[in-house]
């Protein structure tokens, strides 16, 4: 998979190089490439904001300078890619608190994707004609990661690389903890142990030490139907839909 951040913080994504995502480069199961916004911006200030037209608060991100950033995405494509008339379209994904809810199932399709690229924006937001041009070479998917509004995209966007790139095949060493983890099957994840068996006056709970483990895989579903009625009733309302939906 091959990932385009274009920002104006693109130092931003360093935290990226670390860990498991950065030995998924390292060892070629993914490509980040990093793009500074303002490299695409010719005054003598670079300036990649002007006042929003007709009025009010803040600032809007000016067209040109992203048209022109992701031309120059678009021209770095293998050669292969490009002559291909079947190769699928990059997607572009524009972190924004105006679009469809990201969640794990968003992450598993996207998981699949050749080439991704994310165009975080800052102040009040990219002028909107900038999404409709964008549209001619890119499958366009605005992004919110929840309801609530951050300085800029690139925090969304780290979420949504981190999401994603970990469910490609060989970045997570066990592939079985990616089916027992909280949303993978819409419940949240069961409460974990590890030793010692006693801490500070607390026990693991005795059926983790019993060995039947037709025992301890009952005790981990109830305690996700537990966890999700009570933490998460929407989560939980949508699981019993589904339930019943099976059962017609």
Request: charged share 25%.
């Amino acid at each position: 998979m091959r990932i385009d951040l274009v920002s104006i913080f693109p130092e931003f994504f360093d935290v990226l190089d670390l860990s498991l995502i950065g030995k998924a480069q390292r060892e070629s199961l993914l490509s980040l490439h990093r793009h500074q916004l303002r490299d695409f911006s010719f005054d003598k200030h670079r300036s990649v904001d002007d006042t929003p037209t007709g009025g009010g608060a803040g600032m809007v991100m000016k067209p040109e300078p992203w048209a022109l950033a992701l031309e120059h995405v678009l021209a770095q494509r293998p050669a292969a890619e490009i002559a291909t008339a079947e190769a699928p379209r990059p997607i572009l994904i524009v972190p924004t608190p105006a679009g469809e809810l990201f969640t794990q199932r968003t992450a598993e399709d996207l998981a699949t994707a050749e080439h991704l690229v994310f165009a975080p924006a800052r102040f009040e937001g990219i002028d909107h004609r900038l999404l409709d041009w964008a549209q001619e070479d890119f499958d366009l998917r605005p992004m919110s990661i929840g309801d609530y509004v951050l300085n800029g995209g690139e925090a969304a966007v780290v979420v949504m690389v981190e999401a994603i790139t970990r469910l490609i095949p060989g970045v997570i060493g066990n592939p079985e903890s990616l089916a027992e983890e909280s949303h993978a099957d819409g419940l949240l994840e069961y409460p974990v142990y590890t030793k010692p068996a006693r801490w500070r006056g607390r026990d693991v709970p005795e059926i983790l030490l019993s060995g039947d483990h037709a025992r301890i895989r009952d005790w981990r579903a109830e305690q996700q139907d537990v966890r999700t009625r009570r933490i998460r009733p929407d989560l939980w309302a949508k699981h019993v839909v589904a339930q019943e939906q099976k059962l017609t």
